[in-house]
């Protein structure tokens, strides 16, 4: 299964500090979806070893090669939610 970002509201450029949509007017959350989702400029891409859930742990696929800054397929988030 491919995991990628979805056209959730935490992604969107309408989303204020409020967690309020400022096209629609309504309270949401990051969960939500919309066709009228804008992607943000810019999303904080920091896959490396430091983020991962894996790092310094028995599932790590390269313990032997496994350093900050560097990343690797089998990187999977340290706070995603089950």
Request: glycine share 2%; with cysteine.
């Amino acid at each position: 299964m491919s995991i990628g970002i979805g056209n959730s509201c935490s992604n969107c450029e309408h989303l204020t500090q409020s967690n309020t949509c400022s096209v629609h007017l309504v309270s949401v959350n990051p969960m939500y979806t919309c066709n009228s989702f804008v992607m943000k400029e810019s999303i904080k891409n920091d896959r490396n070893c430091i983020t991962c859930v894996r790092y310094e742990a028995p599932t790590c696929e390269n313990p032997k090669k496994a350093a900050p800054k560097m990343s690797c397929s089998h990187w999977a988030p340290q706070n995603a939610v089950a």
